[in-house]
């Protein structure tokens, strides 16, 4: 038994190692594979099904994201509406972004420690704006964002089989529903 822990622990540690050489990796790639390898080992088995653990690495994801975004639109929105959807975007997936972490310490699961390369593109396109500009944008990737988010928080809590993490999707729906309607009517009083 302590020879196959002293080479799950060995193979992890390699498989990092060789994560952190490979800049074409990002964290959330990392956190996927770190996931497989615990799914797949008897002595470190991960506490929640894969599609529970891939739901919770692409939620962690998107809330690291969604908090960047916010604090750019904080400083660059040119709009008083636009700044202040940054902040409650802030507030509130910083929030979420907390609970998940708790969720991910307690199903075992790794997440990324940052937003992934996607995400990244994206928040170095927005940087690289301003004005009317930035606002337009940051509007429309938050309508796009949020789609995309409700999609995938309703399939989690239909498909998801850890009780803990299908009440998460559940619980933070609404808030995504919010935050969608709130920035499609920021857009239609800009229009």
């Given at each position: 038994m302590?020879?196959?822990?002293?080479?799950?622990?060995?193979?992890?540690?390699?498989?990092?190692?060789?994560?952190c050489?490979?800049?074409?990796?990002?964290?959330?790639?990392?956190?996927?594979?770190?996931?497989?390898?615990?799914?797949?080992?008897?002595?470190?088995?991960?506490?929640?099904?894969?599609?529970?653990?891939?739901?919770?690495?692409?939620?962690?994801n998107?809330?690291?994201?969604?908090?960047?975004?916010?604090k750019?639109?904080?400083?660059?929105?040119?709009?008083?509406?636009?700044?202040?959807?940054?902040?409650?975007?802030?507030?509130?997936?910083?929030?979420?972004?907390?609970?998940?972490?708790?969720?991910?310490?307690?199903?075992?699961?790794?997440?990324?420690?940052?937003?992934?390369?996607?995400?990244?593109?994206?928040?170095?396109?927005?940087s690289?704006?301003?004005?009317?500009?930035?606002?337009?944008?940051?509007?429309?990737?938050?309508?796009?964002?949020?789609?995309?988010?409700?999609?995938?928080?309703?399939?989690?809590?239909?498909?998801?089989?850890?009780?803990?993490?299908k009440?998460?999707?559940?619980?933070t729906?609404?808030?995504?529903?919010?935050?969608?309607?709130?920035?499609?009517a920021?857009?239609?009083?800009?229009?």
């Amino acid at each position: 038994m302590k020879k196959l822990s002293l080479w799950v622990s060995v193979i992890i540690i390699a498989l990092s190692v060789n994560a952190c050489k490979n800049n074409k990796h990002d964290s959330v790639s990392k956190a996927d594979s770190l996931n497989k390898v615990k799914d797949t080992t008897k002595s470190l088995s991960i506490a929640v099904d894969r599609v529970d653990a891939e739901f919770t690495v692409k939620a962690a994801n998107g809330g690291m994201a969604e908090v960047e975004l916010g604090k750019i639109a904080q400083q660059k929105g040119m709009s008083k509406q636009v700044k202040n959807f940054g902040a409650m975007m802030v507030t509130d997936h910083s929030k979420i972004n907390d609970f998940i972490r708790a969720l991910a310490v307690t199903k075992n699961i790794s997440i990324p420690k940052a937003p992934g390369a996607e995400e990244q593109k994206v928040i170095r396109k927005l940087s690289g704006k301003s004005g009317r500009d930035f606002d337009k944008a940051y509007i429309n990737d938050m309508i796009y964002d949020h789609k995309a988010d409700i999609k995938l928080f309703e399939t989690a809590s239909k498909k998801c089989l850890d009780p803990d993490v299908k009440s998460f999707a559940v619980k933070t729906l609404p808030v995504l529903q919010e935050h969608l309607d709130a920035i499609n009517a920021i857009k239609d009083s800009m229009e």
